[in-house]
């Protein structure tokens, strides 16, 4: 064993045999080198452990390999086959090319981020989207932030600090990744007054709760679960003028919000920015990169004095967005503003895609596939919090060969090809792969399948209805 262990090459005779196995002479030889250290201690494991001693070219190899592994980037891009539009774990909303022309020309240069052009002095990165989220909500201010979480954290922050907030007992819920408004609450001092029951919360019960320290109250938007049965929660307007009367506060964070209606597309009502507003809410808080299709943001409309106490907060340069997710919002916005949002931004094209055009891609896909796949009925999500439970009709490519097997493959595939598993069969829903997607996915699809060796078609059956609703409710 000894003797084995003395064969072994040096770290730096192995490093130098891998750095010229590797096809990028730049590659860091720090990286070579540490490769080399690992690789070499994985060896001498193997030997202890009463294995044979790896060939030199093996090991060179080995070296070479996890050299260039280290250099990859992690974060790839990745397609979406789930069916799930604002799926968290996969980045939530694909930007538009609008949004990230601006992206690029604002980031790869300087701009006029807090800087007033006319007069050449200070200006405030803030002023750049009021006017057109004004524009867009009916809101008298408007604030950009970091994302919802931040929205609120701000919020209550700046308004509630050491006072209570009303909350339907039915809304203190957990968003997903542990965000639970009950501690968001918590950490900005303020303290959580329940209000009502789980299921039934009326406006009396807000009365009844409001007392010397109450500061505001805040409707939930309940996002990831749905209340369903004997339920009621009271409606904005009615939370508005209980608020009012009492010289309070209504804080509405939408979740999700949007900014265009849902039920054109087959869908429940889910509720939208500008309504928010007209029913009295005095801050409405929402994400950037749920249904409104955007960057990463946080946002907060509403009254001007407001907005303006929360700018002035120290927390907000905490919670501030660059300029680059400020242009790609203003871009994502100005898509609304031209009417051109369902045919621009990526979100609102899915949602929109009527199953005919979806049935005739997966069909286009299953003619370049031969007998290895086929097209399928299925059911897509929007994902993000919004709408759970419902689902639109979509259509799948449903591939033959070992589900699990298969996804992992494609897991692995460049680019990494992410679909669900049903009925034993993998799914492939079209509503989320974008169309410059599919020769790509078609190249994946065919390589998973040839790595795994060709398999007989077993055809696809199922007798009950396809979703994928209960995996996404982790926002
Ligand atoms: C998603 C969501 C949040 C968190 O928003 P982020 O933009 O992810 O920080 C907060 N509240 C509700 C109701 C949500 O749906």
């Known amino acids: ?225 749905r209340l369903a049965g004997f339920v009621h929660e009271t409606a904005l307007a009615d939370m508005a003028s209980v608020a009012h009367q009492h010289g309070l506060l209504l804080l509405d964070d939408l979740g999700s919000g949007t900014l265009l209606p849902t039920a054109p597309y087959g869908l429940a009502a889910e509720p939208t920015v500008p309504e928010s507003i007209s029913a009295g809410a005095d801050l409405v808080t929402f994400s950037g990169d749920k249904l409104l299709g955007g960057p990463q943001a946080g946002l907060i409309v509403g009254r001007a004095a407001l907005v303006s106490q929360l700018r002035s907060h120290p927390l907000a340069r905490a919670l501030r967005v660059d300029k680059t997710t400020l242009a790609g919002l203003e871009a994502t916005l100005l898509a609304y ?19 005919e055009e979806l049935y005739a891609r997966a069909t286009r896909l299953v003619a370049q596939l031969g007998a290895a796949a086929e097209v399928v009925p299925c059911e897509s999500a929007i994902g993000g919090g919004a709408l759970p439970g419902q689902t639109q009709p979509s259509f799948a490519v449903a591939l033959s060969g070992p589900a699990t097997a298969l996804a992992q493959r494609l897991r692995l595939g460049k680019p990494p090809v992410v679909g669900r598993i049903a009925h034993n069969h993998l799914l492939l829903d079209m509503r989320t792969v974008l169309a410059e997607q599919e020769a790509t996915l078609v190249a994946s699809i065919v390589a998973a399948q040839q790595s795994l060796g060709t398999t007989r078609p077993e055809h696809y059956t199922s007798t009950t209805t396809l979703n994928n609703r209960e995996e996404h409710y982790d926002e």
């Open 1 to 225: 064993m000894t003797e084995l262990f003395r064969n072994l090459p040096a770290v730096d005779t192995l490093a130098q045999a891998a750095q010229a196995l590797l096809a990028d002479p730049t590659l860091p030889h720090a990286l070579v080198v540490e490769a080399a250290r690992a690789t070499l201690a994985e060896a001498r494991q193997h030997i202890a452990q009463g294995g044979s001693a790896p060939s030199p070219s093996a090991l060179a190899q080995a070296t070479a390999a996890r050299a260039w592994q280290a250099a990859q980037p992690s974060l790839q891009p990745v397609i979406n086959a789930t069916g799930v539009i604002i799926h968290t774990n996969l980045g939530r909303a694909p930007l538009s090319t609008a949004a990230m022309a601006a992206m690029q020309a604002i980031g790869t240069g300087y701009a006029n981020l807090e800087y007033e052009l006319e007069s050449g002095t200070r200006g405030s990165r803030y002023q750049h989207l009021t006017t057109l989220l004004c524009r867009l909500t009916g809101a008298e201010s408007a604030l950009v932030v970091n994302n919802n979480a931040a929205a609120i954290y701000l919020a209550l922050n700046a308004l509630a600090t050491n006072r209570e907030v009303l909350i339907s007992r039915g809304q203190a819920v957990e968003i997903g990744g542990g965000f639970r408004i009950p501690d968001v609450l918590r950490q900005s001092g303020a303290t959580l007054v329940e209000v009502g029951t789980t299921n039934r919360t009326y406006m009396r019960d807000y009365a009844a709760a409001i007392g010397e320290r109450t500061a505001l109250l805040l409707r939930v938007h309940t996002s990831n679960f």
């Open 337 to 355: 503003l031209y009417g051109r949002a369902l045919e621009e931004i990526p979100v609102w094209r899915m949602i929109s895609a009527p199953p």
